[in-house]
């Protein structure tokens, strides 16, 4: 297989390689499985999470609500905290 990185990316690779004393395709295979794995993971965790609401097990709430009531949250914070 074959990739195509940035200049700046490639750069920041071959450095790393050097200080590390491991191979360029070591590191570009560590990283891929890495992030792989993140995204298997959070796949699943969105899965979960739609299966949740689907099933009624959860109810979704408001995005709207819920931003305006962290907002007034916050202010009622900010007060509390602000010298009088």
Do not use: C, Q
């Not at 990739?3 to 070591?26: F, V």
Request: proline share 5%.
């Amino acid at each position: 297989m074959e990739i195509h990185l940035k200049p700046e990316t490639e750069s920041r690779l071959n450095e790393l390689a050097s200080k590390s004393g491991r191979p360029t395709d070591e590191l570009v295979e560590d990283a891929m499985a890495a992030y792989l794995s993140e995204v298997a993971e959070v796949r699943d965790v969105l899965d979960s999470r739609y299966d949740d609401i689907k099933s009624g097990r959860v109810k979704p709430i408001d995005g709207a609500a819920f931003f305006g009531d962290l907002r007034r949250r916050e202010d009622e914070l900010i007060k509390r905290r602000s010298p009088k």
